[in-house]
């Protein structure tokens, strides 16, 4: 007997093992920042289902950038749902991997997105540059810490915040476009994505304030170092909103539609609600909402269908090959 | 007659039909997909994406700085693996296992430990800092991850060739009158070359695809600080798989003809 057959054999075990032991798995695909949230939300969400009685479920999750997780589902990887950072990003699972109907936003409430984040500033203790708003962020001499938008979800949201802040501020296109560019020119890092600027930032020291979402924020102040940070909210930013959806293609195939179905409801129930709020993104409930009120700041709020038209235009005009970001930097 | 000749050992078909497989499922396959799929772009398309200038500038720093970490180990890979041949002294056998450590260690770990250290705030960066120059998120910093992640390549394969070397011969050579200078151009630096030719290819070759350990110190800013690989993930990011195949065939095609020069000037320095 060869080391060979030993492993095919085991190899073999494995497969007829696997779905066997568990009654039924679920894989949730997903970006950087949700990890601790999902954790937390998949215990939650196994022993409701099974106290329904229904057999138990057991919940795998993945985590990375969110066009790079978009990506391995289209090349393949049998997700049942995925919770990306944004809608542009799934619209992709439509267009390219044709694994979900074009109508994918509808079927849930609040166009699919159960919780929302937003644009905040992350500073150092006793803010030294007095950051305020996004103003004060084109001063020159003041660093600019914000990952690239090009390989960034996170990136794509902050300089749209930006956007819509110079536009209503300073009353247009030409404006706006003056604005981004000044603040991106004290940008001295472009980092890939979120978590590597909050290492640049917070870990290495470099700059004076992080553009980040505000879980993140909030994420890194818990977080070693997080003493020496504060959060500063500018007058205005985006509402970030990451959707969710049911891969139809995958859950078809393996006969998982319900109880994923059941899992992303679940995300809109007060259990679920008050988990989202508990690891800092905003819940859509107003109730629940409320009892969180003191945690989160009063903004005022653009979103992207209504200030931008959807990802469908802003991706294309704004960070596809010659859009904006590009003509930024082909202006140096 | 025909003067076929045939070879001592057997198996020579078995070895190269065996060698064709392997080659063809290894390397071939991946890499006909990659020029097939960039068929799906027109030329014009294909010369548009490859010409543009943040492609020509991303080009020359990717083969720029992977030139010149290959030109540093070569020099300080010679020494190193001069010393380790050479001499006998206590911890020896630790500095042997840590040259390797550089391909044992996840490229991102060391990416992120040299970019905390040289880092313009870091415990090596500030020194940088007070001198009046940068090492992280320049192309310095760039050729120094480099350095890091290629420095196995020449040390590895000078040192067999090295301890090759009778000692006698450079005696010999010193008997005979020569000055150490002339020992070492004469009589070292040919029965070198070539291996030293080949750590350097590869040291390069590894350097031009470099990414894990670049992308955190590289800084990533467009015209300046842009290597290669990160445009093809930019391109991924956009869902355009055919322009990212674009400037992967472009990197291959550059890689090729540089390796084949390489090769032949290794040719000919054997022949001579």
Redesign the interface.
């Known amino acids: 007997m060869s080391i060979r057959f030993f492993a095919l054999a085991a190899l073999a075990g494995a497969l007829v093992a696997g779905p066997a032991s568990a009654a039924q798995t679920l894989l949730n695909v997903s970006y950087d920042p949700t990890r601790e949230l999902y954790v937390e939300f998949n215990q939650a969400f196994a022993r409701h289902w099974q106290a329904q009685g229904n057999e138990a479920v057991a919940i795998q999750q993945s985590h990375g950038?969110s066009?790079?997780q978009a990506?391995s589902v289209?090349d393949g990887l049998r997700a049942d749902v995925v919770t990306l950072a944004l809608a542009g990003d799934i619209d992709?699972l439509h267009?390219?991997g044709k694994l979900i109907p074009e109508n994918w936003q509808e079927r849930l409430p609040d166009a699919s997105t159960p919780y929302t984040s937003s644009i905040v500033f992350l500073v150092r203790k006793g803010n030294p540059k007095g950051i305020e708003d996004w103003d004060d962020l084109i001063e020159p001499g003041v660093e600019v810490i914000t990952p690239?938008p090009?390989?960034s979800g996170g990136a794509r949201w902050n300089l749209l915040a930006a956007w819509a802040y110079a536009e209503k501020k300073y009353g247009g296109e030409a404006q706006a476009r003056d604005f981004v560019e000044k603040l991106y020119r004290n940008v001295?890092?472009?980092?890939?994505g979120a978590r590597?600027s909050t290492?640049?930032f917070v870990?290495?020291?470099?700059g004076d304030v992080l553009l980040a979402w505000e879980n993140e924020a909030f994420l890194a102040l818990k977080e070693e170092g997080g003493d020496a940070l504060e959060i500063v909210a500018p007058s205005l930013s985006i509402l970030a909103e990451p959707p969710v959806t049911v891969v139809d293609a995958n859950v078809d195939r393996k006969g998982t539609r319900k109880v994923a179905e059941a899992y992303l409801e679940y995300l809109y129930s007060d259990e679920g609600q008050r988990l989202a709020a508990k690891h800092f993104y905003r819940p859509r409930n107003p109730e629940i909402a409320k009892e969180f009120s003191e945690q989160f700041s009063d903004i005022e709020l653009v979103t992207i269908d209504g200030y931008f038209n959807g990802w469908k235009e802003a991706q294309p005009r704004f960070?596809?090959?010659g859009g904006i970001f590009?003509q930024i930097?082909?202006a140096? | 007659m025909s003067r076929r000749t045939f070879p001592v050992i057997p198996g020579f078909g078995l070895t190269l039909g065996y060698t064709l497989v392997y080659l063809s499922l290894l390397v071939l396959i991946p890499l006909g997909a990659l020029f097939i799929y960039a068929t799906q772009l027109t030329w014009a398309e294909f010369w548009a994406i490859v010409t543009s200038a943040r492609v020509l500038a991303a080009l020359k720093l990717s083969f720029g700085t992977a030139l010149l970490a290959a030109l540093l180990n070569g020099a300080i890979g010679t020494l190193l693996a001069w010393a380790l041949v050479r001499y006998t002294f206590s911890g020896r056998t630790i500095i042997e296992a840590m040259i390797d450590l550089p391909f044992a260690l996840p490229t991102a770990v060391a990416g992120i430990a040299l970019t905390a250290l040289y880092a313009p705030t870091g415990p090596i960066g500030q020194f940088a800092t007070a001198l009046g120059f940068k090492i992280a998120y320049t192309p310095l910093g760039i050729t120094l991850a480099l350095t890091f992640v290629t420095l196995p390549f020449v040390v590895r394969t000078l040192q067999p060739v090295l301890a090759d070397i009778p000692r006698e011969v450079e005696e010999a050579a010193a008997c005979l009158g020569a000055k150490p200078l002339q020992v070492f151009r004469y009589v070292l630096l040919p029965a070198l070359l070539p291996a030293w030719l080949t750590g350097f290819a590869l040291a390069f070759a590894r350097g031009v695809g470099e990414y894990g350990s670049v992308i955190f110190i590289a800084g990533n800013m467009p015209m300046k600080t842009e290597i290669l690989p990160l445009l093809i993930m930019v391109q991924l990011d956009q869902y355009n798989y055919a322009g990212a195949t674009a400037i992967g065939v472009l990197m291959l095609v550059v890689s090729f003809i540089l390796l084949l020069l390489i090769n032949m000037l290794q040719r000919r320095i054997a022949r001579a």
């Open positions: 950038g066009g790079k990506r289209i992709e267009r390219i690239n090009k390989t001295p890092v472009l980092d890939t590597g290492i640049t870990n290495n020291k470099i960070f596809n090959d590009d930097y082909q140096h």
